[in-house]
């Protein structure tokens, strides 16, 4: 995805000891001038590893101080999770409704494999933005919706 918008991927690893969740302090040491997009997935695929909400408002306070960074939280297993744990929509915490696009869809929570389908909550000038190079696209669309 990066490399198609002629921008230079930085991979920040995740361990197992962590839950493969990512440390705030490494991300706030590898966020520079040029970043402009981090992509969370919570709940996640393969590992089933959901953010809590508490690293969740860590990872907002880094993103806040960085003005042109935006994120993409990718939720689309958000019902599929087990107790105790919780999801949280990043868009929710304070002051990131405006910097988040959110992924989701129907297609996992409702049993739906064969319906490809996804839903982006965007922040106005982003789609404001996107709408000079991206026009409406509707492919497949089950009959079932």
């Given at each position: 995805?990066?490399?198609?918008?002629?921008?230079?991927?930085?991979?920040?690893?995740?361990?197992?000891?962590?839950?493969?969740?990512?440390?705030?302090?490494?991300?706030?040491?590898?966020?520079?001038?040029?970043?402009?997009?981090?992509?969370?997935?919570?709940?996640?695929?393969?590992?089933?590893?959901?953010?809590?909400?508490?690293?969740?408002?860590?990872?907002?306070?880094?993103?806040?101080?960085?003005?042109?960074?935006?994120?993409?939280?990718?939720?689309?297993?958000?019902?599929?999770?087990?107790?105790?744990?919780?999801?949280?929509?990043?868009?929710?915490?304070?002051?990131?409704?405006?910097?988040?696009?959110?992924?989701?869809?129907?297609?996992?929570?409702k049993l739906h494999p064969s319906c490809i389908s996804a839903v982006m909550q965007?922040p106005l000038p982003v789609i404001n933005t996107g709408k000079n190079f991206i026009?409406?696209?509707?492919?497949?669309?089950?009959?079932?919706?």
């Amino acid at each position: 995805m990066a490399r198609l918008a002629d921008a230079t991927p930085v991979i920040l690893p995740t361990l197992i000891s962590d839950n493969f969740l990512l440390d705030p302090e490494l991300l706030e040491s590898n966020i520079t001038e040029k970043s402009r997009l981090l992509i969370l997935c919570s709940p996640s695929n393969p590992t089933g590893s959901v953010y809590p909400k508490k690293l969740l408002e860590k990872i907002a306070e880094i993103v806040a101080k960085h003005p042109r960074l935006l994120v993409l939280s990718d939720e689309i297993y958000e019902h599929i999770i087990y107790a105790p744990a919780t999801h949280t929509s990043f868009a929710s915490l304070p002051g990131m409704w405006e910097r988040t696009l959110t992924v989701n869809g129907f297609s996992k929570s409702k049993l739906h494999p064969s319906c490809i389908s996804a839903v982006m909550q965007l922040p106005l000038p982003v789609i404001n933005t996107g709408k000079n190079f991206i026009g409406d696209q509707v492919d497949f669309v089950s009959s079932l919706i």
